[in-house]
Structure formats: structure tokens, C-alpha cells
């Protein structure tokens, strides 16, 4: 499992709210065929099938389904890793002088 990257894991999740790769690939701003391969890669570094698909439909399997929250928990967890080494990057001592 040492290929998955946070953003597969974003691509996961924003396929898993579309249920549908072109509208997933328009909200991500990146290309349909991109975000397919990269759901692939995900799905053969995690060892599992993610989704269902076919050429009119895409459904989460029940792995997928039960991944899904989990995904969703990390994301939030990178995300707050994220912030506070932004807030802590920011918050470096200030001095000042005082001549009476």
C-alpha cells in the first residue's frame, strides 16, 4: 500500500459522491481517462475493486462502501496535518524594539 497518494484518495471519494466518472473528472478539473487510470492504480495498490462499472453506470462496491468513511476520516486527518503546520509555519516570534 505504499503507492496510495492523498489525492487518489480524493479522486476515490469525489467518484464515489458523483457516482460517475465524467462528472467526478469536471469537478476535479482534471481528464476522464486520467481519473479512471488513477482509480485503477488505487485499486490495484489497495487489492481491491472499488466500483462497479460499466459504460452507463457506476456503483461502489461493498468494499468500496465500507472504505468510503475511512477514506473521508484520513482526508480530514491530512487536511487539519495540513493546517497546523501552516499555522505553526506562521507563527514565528515577533520582536519588537522600544527607544524612549
Do not use: C, W
Request: glycine share 8%; no cysteine; net charge positive.
Amino acid at each position: 500500500m505504499a503507492g496510495v497518494e492523498l489525492r487518489q484518495l480524493r479522486y476515490f471519494v469525489a467518484v464515489a459522491e458523483e457516482l460517475n466518472f465524467g462528472r467526478a473528472a469536471e469537478r476535479l478539473l482534471i481528464a476522464g481517462p486520467s481519473l479512471s487510470q488513477q482509480i485503477k492504480s488505487l485499486e490495484r495498490d489497495l487489492g481491491v475493486r472499488l466500483f462497479d462499472r460499466d459504460r452507463r453506470s457506476v456503483a461502489l462496491t461493498p468494499a468500496g462502501a465500507a472504505l468510503l468513511p475511512h477514506t473521508r476520516a484520513l482526508l480530514e486527518r491530512a487536511d487539519d496535518l495540513r493546517n497546523r503546520a501552516a499555522r505553526i509555519a506562521g507563527s514565528e516570534p515577533v520582536r519588537l524594539g522600544y527607544v524612549n
